[in-house]
């Protein structure tokens, strides 16, 4: 089935109207809802009807007839696009009612154009043709060309469903002649796809493709999609009749698929019943019968009598081949009879091939001669000599414009290449005088710009070393603050209590036994030696912040390099009560520096002697990791540490004292530079720890590959 497009509105001004909404009420509102109903109205037709519905109960209180005439035609109107004959035509009615007591010419146009759509869809052509000439009577009177074009271009599409194909190209070359001297290219694009529908209708496939083209790329641009789907479905039709199914089947597809989107029962049901028919010509009698049913149904809930009448006509097809005769003459006859009341000939000649064939089918052969015979009289109308001449005048008449418009443009073109010659002729007698003056200036800031480079140059310099000075001074005054702050209080305190002991040990020896003494020396022995371990730190630290500390990378056995740390850790472990263990993971070479790498692991071990409980228990891993490198694990089972202070204790802006188990003193400086020297080796560090099991300080050096 054909679907030949009714006129309705350009799709334009869509953006700039919604933005408006935005800031309207009232019968301003309303009046703004109603153009973008007539814009979406043949574009997106559930669109149009929920913009008319939202318009119509302000339009119909604000006692002003234009614009609740108005409210009234085009909900009507948005009604019969989406398929609700019936009830759209009593608002057509209405509005055109109103227009007619206010004398309104173009609304009275508008709503008798309408409701001849109205009637042209439910099957009453005679009754659309005759709304449709007090249409165009309407519109002389009223002067509204746009109007009558748009009025000629319907009746050229009824007189295409009707089969008077060449009364019907009489008036879509009438709207084209007028859509294309407005430069209305959106019914330049819907005449070109009727066209295309009458070409198709007298069997130039040819003629028909190339109009859908032109009409297909348009509508896709402006997004006209009940535009594209009415074409997408006509090109499946063209395809049918070539006797290429699958094409036919993939179109009607694609134009079911935007009628869905459009929620149109008008633009779901045509393709449904082009799907019903392939499958009839493929021989596929279950599909046939199920699209076709599914198209009727539709059609029905519309009232529409082409639709019924062609569904009924392949509804009988599929009944005939199946030798269901009965239905097969039901549906059959049904179909002739609208056929015949809505003067669709093409229809009405299919039927009768039809009925002729169930007659011979059922044994009645006179019958069958007599639908067959009157099947032939409406074919030969149909396609007799006179309409063959039309169509070939028309053809050529359109042919012709197309050629003088291609002349046209070609002088218009020549004329603009001529100004543009005049034109680039003095561009370039100014570009000459332009580049002089241009060079001139070009060598003047070239000079500069060489001097002002220049002394950038110096200036960045001089702002670089600066910087660097200033970066050097940040550095060196956060060490002397580190130092500072650890002589204050990590040296202060020990220092000052060794000499507190000394003294009363020089001044009063006879209050010291010997076994207190003893003890004292002990005592007195193990801090110095904490005291001289913290002073190695603070050396080393201060040397690497001054970049004194060269590094020198060579390979280091990690066995030997634990068990020397451990045996400098040995005595304080024993003070303790601790196990030292050292469980080797393999026989790995590293390559670091021997001095900064025996500093970090006796740092670690210190430190883990330090938090560890008398009796308790470090363990030494080492083990390979992925992307060539070794892990080192020291693992105590100590106090362990909180989530806060395991945030600070590798930042060395955060100086923070500690003391161990046995109220041994930490400064926090040995991690810190296990930090620096793990990362200046080209490795990683980091902990695990939970508070009262202990913790697990790793870090990785570079695997030696020999």
Request: hydrophobic share 40%; charged share 25%.
């Amino acid at each position: 089935m054909l679907f030949v497009y009714p006129a309705g509105s350009q799709v334009s001004k869509i953006d700039s109207l919604t933005n408006l909404t935005g800031t309207q009420k009232g019968e301003e509102l309303a009046s703004t809802y109603l153009k973008l109903a007539k814009e979406y109205l043949y574009v997106a037709p559930d669109k149009a009807l929920e913009f008319s519905r939202k318009a119509f109960p302000v339009a119909t209180k604000s006692e002003k007839p234009e614009l609740e005439s108005l409210a009234n035609l085009t909900l009507g109107s948005s009604l019969v696009s989406v398929g609700n004959f019936v009830e759209g035509k009593s608002y057509i009615e209405s509005g055109l009612r109103i227009a007619k007591k206010i004398n309104h010419a173009e609304y009275i146009c508008t709503g008798l154009n309408a409701l001849a759509v109205y009637h042209m869809n439910t099957g009453d052509y005679n009754k659309a043709i005759s709304l449709f000439y007090e249409c165009i009577k309407q519109a002389k009177v009223g002067k509204l060309e746009r109007q009558e074009a748009m009025v000629r271009f319907n009746v050229g599409a009824i007189f295409t469903s009707m089969g008077k194909w060449s009364e019907g190209l009489k008036e879509f070359k009438y709207a084209l002649e007028y859509f294309k001297k407005a430069e209305d290219e959106p019914f330049i694009s819907r005449t070109m796809m009727n066209i295309a529908v009458n070409y198709s209708s007298w069997g130039d496939h040819e003629m028909s493709l190339f109009y859908y083209g032109k009409s297909l790329d348009y509508l896709k641009r402006v997004g006209d999609m009940a535009g594209e789907a009415s074409t997408l479905n006509n090109i499946g039709e063209i395809y049918k009749e070539k006797g290429n199914y699958e094409k036919a089947l993939n179109y009607y597809q694609k134009s079911l698929d935007i009628a869905l989107k459009l929620k149109s029962k008008l633009h779901e049901a045509v393709p449904l019943i082009g799907k019903g028919e392939a499958y009839w010509l493929m021989k596929d009698y279950d599909l046939a019968e199920q699209y076709s049913k599914e198209a009727l149904e539709i059609f029905q809930s519309m009232q529409m009598t082409e639709g019924i009448a062609r569904s009924c006509h392949i509804l009988g097809e599929v009944s005939l081949a199946r030798d269901k005769i009965n239905d097969a003459f039901d549906f059959a006859f049904k179909s002739k009879e609208l056929a015949d009341s809505s003067g669709i000939k093409d229809l009405q000649g299919k039927v009768c091939l039809l009925i002729s064939k169930t007659y011979e089918k059922n044994g009645k052969i006179a019958e069958a001669f007599r639908y067959f015979k009157e099947y032939s009289t409406i074919e030969d109308s149909l396609f007799n000599g006179k309409h063959s001449q039309q169509l070939a005048q028309f053809r050529s008449e359109m042919e012709l414009q197309d050629k003088e418009s291609q002349i046209e443009i070609l002088q218009k073109d020549n004329q603009i290449k001529d100004l543009e010659l005049k034109k680039q002729r003095t561009r370039v007698l100014l570009l000459i005088g332009g580049i002089i003056l241009l060079l001139a200036l070009l060598v003047t800031i070239f000079s500069m710009n060489r001097m002002k480079k220049k002394a950038n140059a110096l200036l960045l310099q001089k702002n670089n070393k600066i910087l660097e000075q200033h970066e050097e001074l940040v550095k060196l005054s956060e060490t002397k603050d580190m130092f500072l702050a650890i002589i204050g209080h990590d040296l202060r305190n020990p220092i000052g209590a060794f000499k507190d002991t000394l003294d009363q040990l020089a001044d009063y020896p006879e209050m010291f036994p010997e076994e207190v003494r003893r003890e004292l020396v002990g005592e007195l022995r193990k801090e110095a030696e904490n005291t001289y371990f913290l002073l190695d730190n603070m050396l080393i630290w201060a040397k690497s912040q001054k970049s004194c500390l060269q590094l020198k990378m060579e390979p280091l056995r990690i066995g030997e390099l634990i068990e020397s740390n451990i045996l400098l850790n040995k005595r304080f472990a024993e003070n303790k009560n601790i196990k030292l263990v050292h469980q080797p993971g393999g026989n790995f070479i590293v390559l670091a520096d021997q001095n900064m790498a025996s500093l970090i692991l006796r740092n670690l071990i210190s430190n883990a002697i330090k938090f560890t409980r008398n009796g308790g228990e470090i363990n030494i891993l080492s083990r390979a990791v992925d992307n060539g490198f070794v892990e080192l694990s020291v693992v105590d089972n100590g106090v362990g540490i909180s989530e806060e202070m395991k945030n600070q204790i590798f930042n060395k802006h955060r100086h923070t004292s500690t003391y161990g188990t046995n109220n041994e003193k930490g400064s926090g400086l040995g991690l810190m530079l296990c930090s620096e020297f793990v990362e200046q080796n080209g490795g990683t560090i980091s902990v695990d720890s939970t508070v009262g099991e202990g913790s697990v300080f790793r870090f990785t050096l570079k695997r030696y590959k020999k």
